[in-house]
């Protein structure tokens, strides 16, 4: 057993750097992310986010850098994890029902030479309620629509019964209301005292979903709650000079910059107070 | 053992021989077809003919090297040549960049032609005729006592393959979350492809080097078609591959000296285009069957709609269209649907205005009514 380094942080993140062939992709992360919080990862393309995220779960190698999830190595943590890939990454047109999808999020925990019984079945079924996909069980993954590709996907995720989730992307290309329902299902992860980190590509709704914040560009650009991270300078170091994106997420959350006595900011509407960040 | 690796003249129907080739095709049928589900699931179809091709110099090395074809030295020497093609496709690909396909055409053409010559080579050997067999297989060249290991070996095979089995499912449908969940993911994708290179290898004496790996792919794309899990994709091709193989076999053992590769793909192929067009949910027959049926609940809408918004126009709940207005506004003989729509009971003909007027009107009956609501779509919009 490895000697518990930070045990009070979900996931501990030192000195990583990953970089495929001569080109780094991500330079020296510093990161914790603290038990029973909602983190999202937000940055521009390009940025390392899923990097970051296979690179915690092990599934790139860094050239540098370790990884603590409640204090351990990943290896020894793995049944307290779980990872939704982007949807895209497998072939939909694989030959298995949702039910098959949902008991491969157990495979890990079976062991060995054991096939998935009654008990698994059960679970996988619950995990199904969970996301509203109790009726899809028998269908073939074929017949899927998007949103209910993904919400299949959070199902593997969920039936492991993770103390840390991380999701790749999930809202990308769903509807509002499967997006909806999966920010509720994940909430209500997060107020289950679970660890949810989100890979997230909507500038507009971080505040509203999230309470923990990672702004990244191949290096960090800061990291904490939400409502002290998301602020116009930090979108401007992590996004670069693309201002008129900034301007637009007035209203969304976002902290204006302190403000400047020599440039006074006329272009700017005046801001209210910003709203309430989170709804925990 | 005698090496009698020569061509025999086919004797009457089901003599010995025949039964032997018979069995070694069902045997290398059903171990083709299973562990072609993975390969074509796993998208790897060009790499199980790179395995395919390049086991013909591992073959005639193996014959040079020991002097003879023993069952054993030929299944070695084709692992290794396989396996060194396998090596050298990677080195191509992460040592030089190589993109994937080409890398895999290029070792394919590399070692295929450095079997053919040392085939050439080979073949100045006394009893090394028969090596050409493995160019496009020769079910005759498969003797009696290699029924026996080649029946032990594919057991060995397909018992892997159901020991691991959750672990290759997960593999082959999503690796990032089978690494996730701890599972040691090379291990396992190298054992299913030395899994799959043994299925290929064993049936070379048979299919040939050339069409073997069309004995893996075509049952298995033929069995994705008819169903909704792995499990029955992999039985479904093992049968397929059953019925190809020893169909094939059969079939060509009537003729004399008719290679048995070549006639086992086109039953394989077969079987694959048949099932292409005919499973149902999948097959283009039935997708053609449910655009057919799609266009003429269209159509029928079409009419319903028409009938009602001319009845609105003309102010009259009542109102009987023309046929011809219906002709004129579908474009097309309306005869077909209005018939269609007459029987469902979602409209009715009224005689004609005047008795010189040959042409039929039509009303919307209250279902009609109802039908159009159903569907939603205002016949106005």
Not at chain 1, 83 to 92: A, E, F, M, T
Not at chain 2, 121 to 149: E, H, I, K, N
Not at chain 2, 324 to 353: Q, T
Request: proline content about 5%; overall charge positive.
């Amino acid at each position: 057993m490895a000697q518990l380094h930070e045990p009070h942080i979900a996931c501990h993140v030192e000195d990583l750097t990953v970089s495929y062939r001569e080109r780094p992709v991500l330079w020296d992360i510093d990161l914790d992310i603290p038990p029973g919080v909602m983190a999202a990862i937000v940055g521009p393309n390009g940025a390392g986010k899923s990097t970051l995220i296979k690179s915690v779960l092990g599934l790139v190698k860094p050239v540098a850098g370790h990884v603590r999830i409640f204090g351990l190595p990943v290896a020894q943590v793995r049944r307290r994890i779980a990872y939704v890939p982007q949807r895209q990454s497998v072939d939909w047109d694989f030959p298995a029902t949702v039910r098959d999808v949902v008991l491969m999020g157990l495979y890990g925990q079976l062991g060995w030479l054991r096939r998935p019984g009654r008990k698994a079945r059960a679970r996988a079924m619950a995990a199904l309620e969970q996301v509203g996909m109790q009726d899809y069980a028998a269908r073939p993954i074929s017949q899927l629509s998007g949103g209910q590709q993904q919400r299949a996907f959070i199902a593997r995720a969920l039936v492991q019964e993770a103390d840390l989730l991380f999701l790749d992307e999930p809202m990308a290309g769903v509807d509002a209301v499967t997006e909806a329902a999966i920010v509720t299902l994940l909430k209500a992860q997060r107020d289950a005292g679970r660890t949810v980190v989100v890979v997230h590509h909507d500038l507009q709704t971080v505040a509203r979903y999230f309470d923990w914040l990672v702004m990244l560009n191949q290096r960090i650009i800061a990291q904490g709650p939400v409502t002290e991270i998301y602020t116009e300078d930090n979108l401007r170091a992590a996004y670069g000079g693309q201002l008129a994106l900034i301007g637009s997420l007035r209203g969304h959350g976002l902290e204006p910059d302190a403000p400047k006595p020599d440039a006074p900011r006329s272009d700017a509407p005046k801001l209210d107070a910003p709203k309430a960040q989170t709804d925990a | 053992m005698p090496q009698n690796w020569t061509l025999r003249k086919p004797k009457p129907m089901l003599n010995p021989t025949l039964i032997t080739v018979i069995m070694a095709a069902t045997i290398i049928g059903a171990m083709a077809g299973a562990l072609g589900s993975f390969l074509v699931l796993r998208g790897q179809s060009l790499l199980g003919d790179v395995i395919s091709h390049a086991a013909l110099p591992g073959v005639v090395g193996a014959f040079l090297a020991s002097g003879g074809r023993g069952f054993g030295a030929i299944l070695g020497g084709a692992l290794i040549s396989g396996a060194l093609a396998g090596l050298v496709v990677q080195m191509l690909r992460q040592g030089a960049g190589v993109k994937s396909d080409a890398a895999l055409g290029s070792v394919m053409s590399l070692f295929f032609a450095a079997g053919v010559v040392l085939l050439s080579v080979a073949q100045l050997q006394p009893g090394a005729a028969g090596l050409t067999v493995f160019l496009f297989g020769q079910a005759a060249s498969v003797l009696r006592a290699d029924l026996m290991p080649m029946a032990i070996v594919a057991l060995f095979v397909l018992g892997v393959l159901a020991l691991f089995w959750k672990e290759f499912q997960l593999v082959t449908f999503d690796r990032e979350a089978a690494q996730a969940q701890g599972l040691p993911v090379l291990v396992l994708e190298t054992t299913l492809t030395v899994l799959i290179a043994v299925a290929i290898v064993l049936g070379l004496a048979l299919a040939g080097v050339v069409l073997m790996v069309a004995m893996l792919i075509a049952p298995a794309v033929a069995a994705r078609q008819w169903v909704r899990s792995l499990g029955a994709m992999v039985v479904l091709a093992g049968i397929f591959g059953i019925v190809a193989g020893s169909g094939g076999a059969f079939l060509s053992a009537l003729g004399t000296g008719v290679a048995t590769g070549p006639v086992m793909v086109l039953m394989a192929v077969a079987l694959t285009f048949g099932s292409l067009l005919l499973a149902p949910d999948r097959g283009i027959a039935a997708r053609w069957q449910r655009q057919r049926l799609a266009r003429r609940a269209l159509r029928g809408r079409q009419v319903l709609a028409a009938l009602h918004g001319l009845s609105r126009d003309h102010h009259d709940p009542s109102y009987r269209s023309d046929e011809a207005m219906l002709d004129a506004y579908l474009g097309a003989n309306a005869a077909p649907v209005l018939a269609r729509l007459e029987r469902d009971g979602y409209i009715r003909a009224a005689a004609p205005l005047a008795p010189e007027n040959e042409v039929r009107r039509w009303e919307l009956t209250p279902a009609g009514v109802m039908r159009l609501q159903d569907v939603g779509a205002s016949p106005d919009a």
